[in-house]
């Protein structure tokens, strides 16, 4: 069965602070792989996604993730964060040819101003 | 503009009273599926729809129902609410799993007491 790993539950940065999320995946073939992000109150937004080629992705907001397939992982990367970063952030693999997409546990972040 | 709807967004109810929650999209996508969200746990599946009268169970399946007449539409049904299903649940929709981008509705806030 896929499963998502996301090593940290929490993380408190200060503004202009480098940021780095952690996701792990399992499954041994082919996937398609998201970074959602929830805003306080809010609904899911997706931050970018990964379905093939360039293995660096660029998505909204200044956020970039990148996919290496032998570790099985798509770090989630920001290399200065605003206090409007603040939210809940989500990883999400879909193993092609599964009729779901799975989710990690998700990591909340703080930045302070 | 692209939606995915969700009704009613916030729902108090007492255990044992049927209640449905709606969602609709208007982007004639084939692929619906419904998530809840909860704290430490991320979004965890409960069904999903490849189309019209197609369904099938995710991951938590037990206590809930669903149903997909209609393209645009896929409402979730508690037969008989429990506490335990006071969570957060969100509507999604894509054109096809795994190869496109999957939209959220803005979420159902119940509480079953």
């Known amino acids: 069965a896929q499963s998502v790993s996301q090593h940290n539950h929490h993380v408190i940065l200060s503004e202009a602070a480098s940021l780095e999320l952690g996701c792990n995946y399992s499954?041994?073939?082919?996937?398609?792989l998201f970074w959602y992000v929830q805003y306080p109150g809010q609904h899911l937004q997706l931050l970018l996604k990964?379905?093939?080629?360039?293995?660096l992705v660029k998505g909204i907001k200044g956020f970039e993730a990148e996919f290496i397939k032998s570790k099985f992982s798509f770090n989630l990367r920001k290399p200065s964060v605003q206090w409007s970063d603040t939210a809940e952030y989500f990883c999400?693999?879909?193993?092609?040819?599964?009729?779901?997409?799975?989710f990690g546990t998700g990591t909340r972040l703080l930045v302070s101003p | 503009e692209a939606q995915v709807t969700q009704n009613p967004r916030y729902l108090i109810t007492v255990t044992g009273k049927k209640l449905t929650v709606t969602c609709s999209q208007n982007?004639?996508?084939?692929?619906m599926s419904w998530y809840r969200q909860d704290p430490g746990l991320g979004l965890r599946q409960i069904y999903y729809?490849?189309?019209?009268?197609?369904?099938d169970k995710g991951d938590v399946p037990e206590g809930y129902k669903v149903s997909r007449k209609e393209k645009r539409n896929f409402p979730l049904i508690l037969e008989s609410p429990s506490p335990n299903q006071t969570s957060l649940y969100f509507c999604?929709?894509?054109?096809?799993?795994?190869?496109?981008?999957?939209?959220f509705g803005e979420g159902s806030w119940l509480t079953v007491v």
């Open positions: 982007m004639n996508h084939e692929y």
């Open positions: 999604a929709s894509s054109g096809r799993q795994g190869g496109d981008t999957i939209y």
């Open positions: 990964y379905f093939s080629g360039d293995p």
């Open positions: 999400a693999v879909n193993a092609i040819g599964f009729q779901k997409l799975v």
């Open positions: 499954y041994g073939g082919t996937v398609n």
């Open positions: 729809s490849m189309n019209v009268e197609v369904t």
